[in-house]
């Protein structure tokens, strides 16, 4: 065994080994002690709990306790029947209910779809293992009550050790006539989901787990993006948790992002992908991220990914689900990063794949080039490049005054007044390079106060351009822990940003003479401009928190106005692909909108 390599254990044909750096098995070492003084917590909950039951349980059997039960019954039915609503005591609970489709507008959407001219037939695959009868009831009425209609539900059931869920499956079948059923030995998640595959009949398929619900609306807002895009393969839709019975932690999600999803399966719930693509099926080697590893493996077959910025799927959070925690599966985190790997070596790509244990967020780690970078600081001084040089241990790089010194094939372009956090900031940004899809590389720059400055460029309706995560911590984590991960952005700060030196120079000559100049008072709108040239030419731009810098001034900005840009790309503005149109246009700090 390699000194340094942690040997998983073996498992049939997937013995393998993978290498481990000594500051990332540093990491997982201090990860695991927090989660060992975690378990010791829960456990004492674990145990003041088992007592409040056992109250319970002697309360229940009392007198008094038998009339409480008898008195409450008519509240805890209906409890039951909202226990979904939306929560009017806080924020998202607010949101949501001005935002989810009413029984008013469900049946309008019933007629409506009657109408369309494409009705494709929805095979919906929902596995069964040992399921709570009330969550599955309920998964089931959600899909029942689709304002869309063409549907089928094929539930199949892995061998439950609960006898009574064959019972219910069988009473479901009863329960409409597009209900299917079908029962296994146990074989795993992904061997019912292949039952279930091989049993279907429609165009599309869709994934539903036997404990979350859909909105009413979930099939129709699909089909109806079909009326008007039906080259479209996979579409994806918003979703949130149910949590204690509210609705929570809603996840709002970007347009297809690549890089973005190569960190984790964000596309998640919903997800319809046409049959065609989906006949690839299952593969049980990667249980516990079946799904991740199946749309990895679309995606290098179909670029036509679409996204409805609509919260259209409640995924419920259990003790058993990831959902509630990816602790609770950590196989399943495993298999994602295996699932990752894979997918990179089909595409030929020479790179590995690491988890983050703080975040739980997997890395793509490719080797960089040998290509020279030239760093420009504008009037470069003898001290910046002591300072810069000090600070990087980047093997072949040269700081210049202006771009007519550089020699090298990368140039990154740098404010005089940022200072590196890190010696490994530009190996980071170069191996983003290595990617020959990706045009663009941005860092994440601090304040001199040590908040976020800016993580990437938001565009917005009104023409502005705003710094996403302003005024943010670094280790923020909400918001998906978007900030914690390579990010694909529709435009990059110019403060410090790395391209190929022939892309830039094919841009300049396709652009107004000096309007590239980053050195201008309206650099963010030269940003900008450069950007969307390079998406013109089918390339992306990706902003990354393992290149941080601090700025050693104080700036001001937090936005600008690119009213000349709007008016170029419209579109781009009136709807940033990479900013979901229910977050806030104020803030661009990826809170809830209005």
């Known amino acids: 065994m390699w000194p340094g390599t942690l040997r998983l254990p073996a498992r049939g044909i997937n013995q393998y080994t993978v290498p481990v750096k000594g500051d990332e098995l540093r990491a997982a070492e201090a990860h695991i002690a927090r989660l060992e003084e975690e378990l010791l917590h829960l456990k004492d909950v674990k145990r003041d709990l088992q007592l409040l039951r056992e109250e319970h349980r002697r309360l229940r059997r009392s007198a008094e306790g038998r009339v409480a039960k008898i008195l409450s019954a008519p509240f805890r039915l209906f409890w039951r029947r909202q226990s979904t609503e939306a929560v009017e005591q806080d924020e998202y609970g607010r949101w949501f209910a001005q935002h989810r489709v009413s029984a008013e507008e469900?049946?309008?959407?019933?007629?409506?779809?009657?109408?369309?001219?494409?009705?494709?037939?929805?095979?919906?695959?929902?596995?069964?293992?040992n399921a709570d009868e009330r969550f599955l009831m309920d998964a089931v009425e959600s899909v029942i009550a689709q304002a869309y209609e063409n549907w089928e539900l094929v539930l199949v059931d892995d061998g439950?050790?609960?006898?009574?869920?064959?019972?219910l499956l069988e009473k479901l079948g009863q329960r409409d006539v597009r209900i299917q059923t079908g029962f296994q030995d146990h074989g795993g998640i992904s061997s019912a989901l292949n039952t279930a595959l091989a049993q279907a009949h429609?165009?599309?398929?869709?994934?539903?787990?036997?404990?979350?619900?859909?909105?009413?609306?979930?099939l129709f807002r699909a089909i109806d993006l079909l009326q008007n895009d039906r080259e479209a393969d996979v579409i994806y839709s918003d979703e949130d948790k149910i949590v204690d019975g509210k609705l929570a932690a809603?996840?709002?999600?970007?347009?297809?992002?690549?890089?973005?999803?190569?960190?984790?399966d964000y596309l998640g719930h919903f997800v319809i992908i046409r049959r065609d693509l989906a006949q690839a099926g299952f593969r049980s080697e990667f249980d516990g991220a079946q799904d991740y590893d199946l749309l990895l493996r679309v995606s290098e077959k179909t670029g036509r990914i679409r996204h409805i910025p609509r919260v259209l799927y409640h995924w419920r959070r259990t003790a058993e689900s990831t959902a509630h925690n990816i602790r609770r599966k950590p196989g399943a985190l495993e298999a994602g990063r295996r699932a990752i790997e894979e997918h990179l070596a089909r595409r030929l790509e020479n790179a590995r794949v690491t988890i983050d244990w703080e975040t739980h967020l997997y890395r793509v780690r490719r080797e960089a080039g040998a290509e020279k970078i030239s760093i420009i600081i504008n009037g470069a001084e003898a001290a910046d490049r002591d300072r810069i040089h000090a600070k990087t241990d980047f093997p072949n790089f040269e700081i210049v005054a202006d771009l007519k010194e550089a020699t090298g094939e990368y140039v990154l372009f740098l404010e005089s007044d940022l200072e590196p956090l890190d010696e490994k900031w530009l190996s980071a940004m170069a191996e983003q390079l290595s990617n020959p899809e990706i045009g663009?590389?941005?860092?994440?720059?601090?304040s001199s106060?040590?908040?976020?400055?800016?993580?990437?460029?938001?565009?917005?309706?009104d023409g502005k351009v705003s710094f996403a995560f302003a005024g943010c911590a670094p280790d923020f984590r909400g918001a998906n822990r978007q900030l914690q991960t390579v990010r694909n952005y529709s435009a990059l700060s110019a403060s410090c940003l790395l391209t190929r030196r022939e892309l830039f120079e094919f841009v300049a000559s396709r652009c107004a003479p000096g309007s590239l100049h980053f050195g201008r008072d309206d650099a963010i709108c030269a940003a900008v401009e450069f950007c969307l040239n390079f998406h013109?030419?089918?390339?992306?731009?990706?902003?990354?928190?393992?290149?941080?810098?601090?700025?050693t001034s104080k700036k001001e900005n937090a936005c600008g106005m690119c009213l000349e840009l709007q008016q170029r790309w419209p579109e781009m503005f009136r709807r940033d692909p990479y900013y979901?149109?229910?977050?806030?246009?104020?803030r661009a700090d990826f809170s809830l909108g209005t």
């Not at 369309?116 to 069964?128: A, G």
């Not at 439950?160 to 019972?167: A, I, Y």
């Not at 398929?205 to 859909?214: E, N, V």
């Not at 106060?449 to 309706?461: F, H, K, N, T």
């Open 202 to 218: 429609g165009g599309w398929i869709a994934l539903l787990d036997h404990d979350d619900l859909l909105e009413p609306d979930a």
């Open 160 to 167: 439950s050790s609960d006898t009574r869920v064959r019972g």
């Open 449 to 461: 106060e040590g908040a976020v400055e800016s993580a990437g460029l938001i565009l917005l309706p």
């Open 536 to 551: 013109e030419q089918g390339l992306r731009t990706v902003s990354i928190p393992y290149a941080e810098l601090r700025r």
């Open 440 to 446: 663009a590389v941005g860092a994440r720059v601090v």
């Open 580 to 586: 979901n149109p229910n977050l806030s246009s104020e």
């Open 250 to 264: 809603p996840l709002l999600k970007p347009d297809w992002s690549p890089e973005f999803f190569c960190t984790h």
């Open 106 to 129: 469900a049946a309008k959407l019933r007629e409506q779809s009657r109408m369309f001219s494409y009705r494709p037939l929805i095979s919906i695959l929902t596995p069964t293992f």
